[in-house]
């Protein structure tokens, strides 16, 4: 090949590789495979080698790293790398947009995930990634450019040959901080403690290859120069960046008008966070419209056009003294976290979940371990961390049982699932929480059957299926005789497994348990389908074509009815007068309930909080375990918790034990 000819097929080795990065890394859409890939990108290595006078720092081939630094350059920010007023309350959030109306400026936003790394600004000259800097104080930053270079979705090159300049943040993935844990524990490392902290410890590397072994990526999510560029908002910078080729969060960024819209993106963004595959903090609110930015200004620290709002986490320290496993109806196993007993928001914790084996791994929990525990939601126990650093070396490693722990049959793992599963559909442990299901609140709701008592009939041999439930009647006389029972109560608990069988399908079929089938899907099918046999007579095809079923739900549903044991069990239950149809919509309305809102706290003389959720449920009320703004009435009962201060903060209406006495007996 003459020297043309190869410089030729050089760029166009580099474009093709640089466009598959770009579609693997950035469109998550990869048009290589990862074996043509490597057999061009070793073509491309071994040209290079042979022709170092086409050396470029752009190749893709140095996206592997291997350069070596020998100090960190300082740079001078043209426009100052400002950081965020963080806000920690959705009042604050309110009182910013206050302050912007107040303005007379656009109040339109864009919402975006506040994400937990480290910020960098990318310099582009002519489209050519030229040198890339960290924050630093602000003004002086370092240059990481060797670093930034291997990171795949940072970009080489632009889609338009233009200067600019853009920032983002640099961060590690969950996944990756996990193997990378993984690793240094096998070679007696010290652990990273967090994605910031590993994403920051990879980029201060002056051997670019330890950053490029680390996976880190990016998200990119402002742009200093708009006016440059001829771009009036916020949304269409965002837009002009994707296009020139960067990785920016489309599917995160919402434009939103309005407190409610913004309350809304916090709430959905608050639940989301666990799942997503890196970390966020918070959530940064900034101004649209590139004019009112302007307006707004800056103070000397801050722009006056956006905030963050960092996610609250009131995180507690304890012992984990040990992990301990249950079996789920279905017969997913839990590790559990059993703690040095915690207060936590006002509250006792003894227990968290920890989901499943690869969580426990990726937090790198030991026994022993002190973790940090917080409430997530407000309600749920989580554990936040351990504390590495305050490990004595007498931990114990943890280790994922192999055998149910209550029946001893081995468990099992699904493809590309996380959970193990007991299999064995007599599993003990299986059977009563199937029980415990039937007769819960949102499934069959029979008053007097709840989970301890369930456990102990279970053991005492009343009920070990769920048709056994129906026949108690027949141990009337044994029933009187257990302690805590007489004739009266066992009467009311008979008479509420009679009503029972009168419910609509659709908390039958909620409490079959049917893997994946929650509470409103069973509404929504029973009132697609009318009754139990509908179901029993349709194909997959008709389950799969319901919209919010997707393949998975509808193979369930389809598997769940063509099971025999499970045909039997519904003649069974049929036979017995338990009602298989939709009953339709409840009729019952009242004025001071239907449609709002209700959160209890501290309990009733008069009633328990399943029963009184119950009943504002059956007249079109809403119940909710947290107070927020969206929250009508807050019913207080004795010894109140938290809620209690917070409702009378936000000013929400207070129904004492003697108001909501008053209602429910006029009902
Ligand atoms: S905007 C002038 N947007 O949070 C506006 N920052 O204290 C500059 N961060 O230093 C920042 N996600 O490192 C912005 N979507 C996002 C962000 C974000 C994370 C970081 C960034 C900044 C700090 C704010």
């Known amino acids: 090949m003459k020297n043309k000819e190869i410089q030729e097929r050089i760029e166009y080795l580099r474009k093709l590789l640089n466009d598959a990065n770009y579609e693997y890394y950035v469109l998550d859409h990869p048009t290589l495979t990862d074996q043509e890939f490597d057999k061009y990108l070793r073509e491309l290595e071994v040209l290079e080698n042979n022709h170092p006078e086409f050396d470029s720092p752009l190749s893709p081939t140095k996206k592997v790293g291997g350069e070596v630094i020998d100090r960190f350059r300082k740079v001078r920010h043209k426009i100052p790398m400002l950081s965020l007023p963080d806000v920690f309350s959705v009042e604050e959030i309110e009182e910013f947009d206050t302050r912007i109306v107040k303005e007379n400026v656009d109040p339109t936003y864009v919402c975006e995930y506040k994400i937990d790394g480290l910020s960098v600004s990318l310099h582009y000259e002519k489209g ?58 096998k070679e007696n ?67 939103v008008t309005g407190i409610q819209e913004i309350e809304e993106y916090v709430q959905e963004t608050t639940e989301k966070r666990k799942d997503l595959p890196y970390e966020i903090d918070g959530i940064v609110i900034k101004v649209n419209r590139l004019d009112s930015q302007k307006k707004l200004g800056f103070t000397s620290k801050y722009p006056k056009w956006a905030v963050a709002y960092k996610f609250p986490a009131e995180e507690v320290l304890t012992k984990l003294t040990d992990i301990v496993f ?11 976290a059993v703690l040095e007993p915690v207060i936590v928001m006002g509250s006792t914790v003894k227990r968290a979940t920890l989901h499943n084996e690869d969580y426990v791994l990726s937090k790198s929990l030991k026994i022993g371990d002190i973790v940090s525990i917080r409430k997530a939601g407000d309600v749920i126990p989580e554990v936040v961390e351990a504390k590495f650093d305050r490990r004595t070396g007498n931990e114990k490693e943890f280790t994922m049982i192999t055998n149910c722990p209550i029946c001893g049959s081995v468990l099992e793992k699904k493809k590309d699932q996380v959970d193990h599963y007991c299999m064995n559909s007599l599993c003990p442990a299986r059977k009563v929480e199937s029980l415990i299901h039937f007769c819960s609140r949102k499934a069959m709701n029979i008053d007097g059957l709840g989970d301890e008592i369930v456990e102990d009939f279970f053991n005492l041999g009343f009920v070990k299926s769920i048709p056994d439930i129906y026949f108690l009647k027949e141990h009337r006389e044994d029933l009187i005789e257990l302690e805590g029972y007489g004739n009266k109560s066992v009467d009311n608990l008979l008479t509420a497994i009679l009503d029972s069988k009168l419910n609509s399908m659709e908390r039958l079929l909620f409490g079959l348990g049917i893997e994946g089938i929650g509470d409103k899907t069973a509404l929504l099918l029973s009132k697609l389908f009318k009754n139990v046999d509908a179901m029993l007579n349709a194909t997959y095809e008709d389950f799969k074509n319901i919209r919010d079923i997707g ?43 239907s449609g709002r809102r209700f959160v209890l706290t501290g309990t009733l003389s008069f009633t328990d909080r399943d029963s009184l959720s119950t009943l504002l449920e059956s007249y079109g009320g809403l119940t909710s375990s947290s107070v927020s703004k969206k929250t009508d009435v807050v019913i207080v009962g004795d010894s109140p918790g938290s809620k209690y201060e917070k409702a009378l903060e936000l000013h929400i209406e207070i129904w004492d034990e003697e108001k909501v006495k008053s209602i429910v007996d006029g009902l």
């Not at 036979?575 to 149809?581: A, L, P, Q, S, Y």
């Open 128 to 185: 050519a990634l030229v040198f890339a800097a960290t924050r630093g104080d602000g003004v002086v930053g370092e240059d990481i450019t060797h670093n930034v270079r291997t990171i795949k979705s940072v970009p080489f090159t632009l889609k338009k040959p233009i200067d600019i300049e853009v920032r983002g943040e640099i961060y590690m993935p969950k996944k990756v901080l996990l193997e990378l844990n993984e690793k240094r524990a």
């Open 189 to 255: 490392l010290p652990l990273l403690q967090n994605v910031r902290n590993a994403a920051a410890g990879s980029i201060r590397q002056l051997d670019s290859r330890v950053a490029a072994e680390r996976k880190l990526d990016t998200w990119i999510y402002h742009l200093p120069n708009p006016e440059d560029y001829g771009i009036e908002t916020h949304a269409e910078a965002l837009q002009f960046m994707k296009d020139l080729g960067f990785k920016v969060n489309e599917k995160a960024n919402r434009v």
């Open 326 to 336: 249950t079996v789920g109806r279905t017969g997913r196993i839990t590790p559990n």
């Open 551 to 593: 393949p998975t739900l509808a193979q369930n549903l389809y598997d769940y009815f063509h099971d025999v044991d499970h045909i039997a069990l519904i003649e069974e239950l049929k036979n017995i007068g338990v009602n298989m149809t939709y009953l339709g919509e409840p009729e019952k309305n009242h004025d001071l309930i």
